[in-house]
């Protein structure tokens, strides 16, 4: 079944025409639960893996934790996503023209200068040069934490429009599109403390009105390409280490594919009715948890993607 985001509540180019200069497309993925094979696009699926090549390991110390004894590295790392660029029209072309690109991840917090940081890695390859499947990929001996364990989801991708983040809008752009956020925010308020009043609305949102951050800006979800959203830590840069080159946008991994405040970007087929009651699994498919804010953000050199990424935590 396909996805289709809602049109935007409003039109946010007419409010601010300089906003068009800063219009990117993102591919919204839209995991949902499915038995994927290794020619498919998926999240936590089996993957195009040659059977002749090293599995990617992580060669650190993990462990001993509350439930799981002291492991020997290497350990095996789990996969996680791949992508195929066919399906995935915001999905940059690999190094070498490579059209695939593989995901995984150390299922321990165990790295990084606070020895709590994640271990991920991305391999990228062309497809057409796999000739013979690994049939059982290694697995780890023990997982450090469940929500490194991805749900076996198909794709759906989407291309929508984004602009970016409030707080990285340039000079009296950003300011006039804060001022109006903040308007909007305050009659909102209005409108809400006026239906309790008048005994209308207790406990939930009444008269809420769209704003640029929730709902005109930044899509929620899995997703590749677009803009980066930075509610976590704020704005950052981030630099190719080998060009210095601003980096852009690869991936956006999340916890869930959208939130209380991003409602208005639920899929028309996913939206609850009389007859389709909200349920948590279908905001949260790929059974991933990243961090306490629920973002992974990879970032790649648009110079040359042979260049090492950039990882992001929000």
């Not at 038995?35 to 089996?46: I, W, Y």
């Not at 497809?127 to 059982?136: K, N, Y």
């Not at 956020?181 to 008048?198: C, L």
């Amino acid at each position: 079944m396909t996805r289709t985001t809602p049109p935007r509540p409003l039109d946010v180019e007419a409010l601010f025409p300089g906003l068009s200069a800063h219009r990117r497309t993102t591919t919204r993925l839209h995991p949902r639960a499915g038995s994927p094979g290794v020619a498919d696009s998926h999240v936590g699926g089996p993957l195009l893996w040659p059977a002749d090549e090293p599995w990617p390991v992580c060669g650190g110390p993990h462990g001993p934790g509350p439930d799981a004894p002291a492991l020997r590295p290497p350990l095996p790392l789990l996969a996680v996503a791949q992508l195929y660029g066919r399906d995935v029209p915001d999905l940059p072309a690999g190094p070498g023209g490579h059209d695939l690109l593989q995901v995984f991840w150390c299922p321990f917090d165990a790295h990084g200068p606070t020895g709590y940081g994640m271990y991920v890695h991305l391999r990228w390859r062309r497809a057409a040069g796999v000739r013979e499947v690994l049939a059982r990929p290694p697995v780890p001996e023990a997982v450090g934490f469940d929500g490194y364990v991805p749900r076996p989801c198909v794709l759906h991708p989407e291309r929508v429009a984004e602009y970016p983040y409030i707080e990285v809008l340039p000079g009296g752009l950003g300011e006039r599109v804060e001022e109006w956020e903040d308007a909007q925010e305050e009659a909102s308020y209005e409108a809400q403390e006026e239906a309790e009043e008048a005994g209308e609305g207790v406990g939930e949102e009444v008269g809420a009105l769209p704003g640029y951050q929730c709902d005109l800006s930044v899509a929620p979800g899995w997703k590749a390409g677009g803009h980066a959203a930075w509610n976590l830590t704020g704005p950052g840069t981030m630099d190719c280490r080998t060009c210095g080159s601003a980096m852009e946008l690869l991936l956006t991994i999340a916890t869930r594919e959208w939130h209380a405040d991003s409602t208005s970007w639920i899929p028309l087929e996913d939206k609850p009715s009389e007859d389709r009651p909200a349920e948590d699994h279908v905001a949260s498919p790929t059974g991933v948890v990243v961090g306490n804010h629920g973002k992974l953000n990879v970032f790649a050199c648009p110079q040359d993607p042979a260049h090492p990424h950039e990882f992001s935590v929000q």
